[in-house]
């Protein structure tokens, strides 16, 4: 039997954590001091917390960074669907239990990414109280802008036989982001710890099953905690805000961005023309370090504890 995938030190020196989940092993990184501010960092399709690892180098010395591998992806678990049904329900219900079991008491500073922004913005509107701060990077937590048709790939993906057939068996999906998904030049090595935890068609099925559970009509699984999550948004209106977006994103465009400054005018915005979707990879250590220098602001930090 092979030996799973694992990436390379230089590039994710981290220890590993594993929180057991009824279907499998959640895998997440927990670096920093115990008694920091934490930062809880949520990836999404077809990433993993290898996406946010310069973050994390950049924060661990001051902040607790508290950093998940969605079951499927990245160093979890990978179920079949009759063990896990990997709807978005689901992704909250594994996210709370962590929490629970690594921050159940600060205030918390939250970076979303991709599908991280449903899953972490559909807990956030639970617990409004926990939310210090946001850092929102090409992301939604809302139905489809209007203006938004769905692009022809991720219908391909969800809705055919076809789509599905490509994402398992050629890895369509992780493939043609480590592809499309950066706008600038990046290190063979980076691109392939990308792909690296899809390397077989049964490791493959989250990224099949995050896009056919994107919900778009009111039939959809899903559909409700997402229309329930859209309405209670505001209600982080007061907390700092930071939007960091790359303009070259062909999915999470300037749809998804005019929508994101309807919701929180207040918020700083860091517009990154010539980025793509993976725009932490793209915006490089001028970005990284933006980030940090905003999550690490001490003025309002219990801010959290007055949210609702």
């Given at each position: 039997?092979?030996?799973?995938?694992?990436?390379?030190?230089?590039?994710?020196?981290?220890?590993?954590?594993?929180?057991?989940?009824?279907?499998?092993?959640m895998?997440?990184?927990?670096?920093?001091?115990?008694?920091?501010?934490?930062?809880?960092?949520?990836?999404?399709?077809?990433?993993?917390?290898?996406?946010?690892?310069?973050?994390?180098?950049?924060?661990?010395?001051?902040?607790?960074c508290?950093?998940?591998?969605h079951?499927?992806?990245?160093?979890?678990?990978?179920?079949?669907?009759?063990?896990?049904?990997?709807?978005?329900?689901?992704?909250?219900?594994?996210?709370?239990?962590l929490?629970?079991?690594?921050?159940?008491?600060?205030?918390?500073?939250?970076?979303?990414?991709?599908?991280?922004?449903?899953?972490?913005?559909?807990?956030?509107?639970?617990?409004?109280?926990?939310?210090?701060?946001?850092?929102?990077?090409?992301?939604a937590?809302?139905?489809?802008?209007?203006?938004?048709?769905?692009?022809?790939?991720?219908?391909?993906?969800?809705?055919?036989?076809?789509?599905a057939?490509?994402?398992?068996?050629?890895?369509?999906?992780?493939?043609?982001?480590?592809?499309?998904?950066?706008?600038?030049?990046?290190?063979?090595?980076?691109?392939?710890?990308?792909?690296?935890?899809?390397?077989?068609?049964?490791?493959?099925?989250?990224?099949?099953?995050?896009?056919?559970?994107?919900?778009?009509?009111?039939?959809?699984?899903?559909?409700?905690?997402?229309?329930e999550?859209?309405?209670?948004?505001?209600?982080?209106?007061?907390?700092?805000?930071?939007?960091?977006?790359?303009?070259?994103?062909?999915?999470?465009?300037?749809?998804?961005l005019?929508?994101?400054?309807?919701?929180?005018?207040?918020?700083r915005?860091?517009?990154?023309?010539?980025c793509?979707?993976?725009?932490?990879?793209?915006?490089?250590?001028?970005?990284?370090?933006t980030?940090?220098?905003?999550?690490?602001?001490?003025?309002?930090?219990?801010?959290?504890?007055?949210?609702?």
């Amino acid at each position: 039997m092979s030996q799973p995938w694992s990436p390379p030190p230089d590039l994710y020196p981290f220890d590993s954590h594993w929180l057991q989940r009824p279907a499998g092993r959640m895998h997440y990184l927990d670096e920093g001091p115990a008694d920091a501010p934490p930062v809880l960092m949520l990836h999404g399709n077809p990433t993993w917390s290898f996406y946010y690892r310069k973050l994390v180098l950049g924060l661990r010395g001051t902040h607790r960074c508290i950093v998940p591998d969605h079951l499927g992806c990245g160093l979890s678990d990978k179920p079949p669907a009759s063990a896990y049904d990997y709807r978005l329900a689901s992704r909250i219900d594994d996210l709370d239990t962590l929490i629970r079991h690594v921050a159940p008491d600060r205030p918390l500073t939250l970076v979303v990414h991709d599908w991280g922004g449903m899953i972490g913005f559909a807990w956030a509107v639970r617990n409004p109280h926990r939310i210090a701060r946001l850092v929102i990077l090409n992301t939604a937590a809302f139905p489809l802008p209007e203006d938004k048709p769905m692009p022809w790939a991720l219908s391909l993906v969800r809705n055919t036989r076809l789509g599905a057939w490509l994402v398992l068996r050629m890895n369509a999906f992780a493939g043609s982001a480590a592809r499309v998904a950066f706008k600038k030049p990046v290190d063979p090595r980076v691109r392939s710890a990308y792909v690296g935890p899809y390397d077989t068609p049964a490791n493959r099925i989250a990224t099949l099953r995050f896009v056919q559970d994107i919900p778009l009509a009111e039939s959809d699984p899903g559909f409700d905690i997402l229309t329930e999550t859209a309405e209670h948004l505001g209600q982080f209106a007061d907390r700092p805000c930071l939007i960091a977006w790359g303009g070259r994103d062909f999915v999470f465009d300037r749809s998804f961005l005019r929508r994101w400054r309807e919701i929180y005018p207040h918020a700083r915005l860091e517009s990154l023309d010539d980025c793509g979707h993976y725009v932490l990879e793209d915006g490089g250590e001028g970005l990284v370090r933006t980030l940090c220098d905003f999550i690490d602001v001490k003025d309002d930090s219990n801010h959290g504890h007055n949210g609702e």
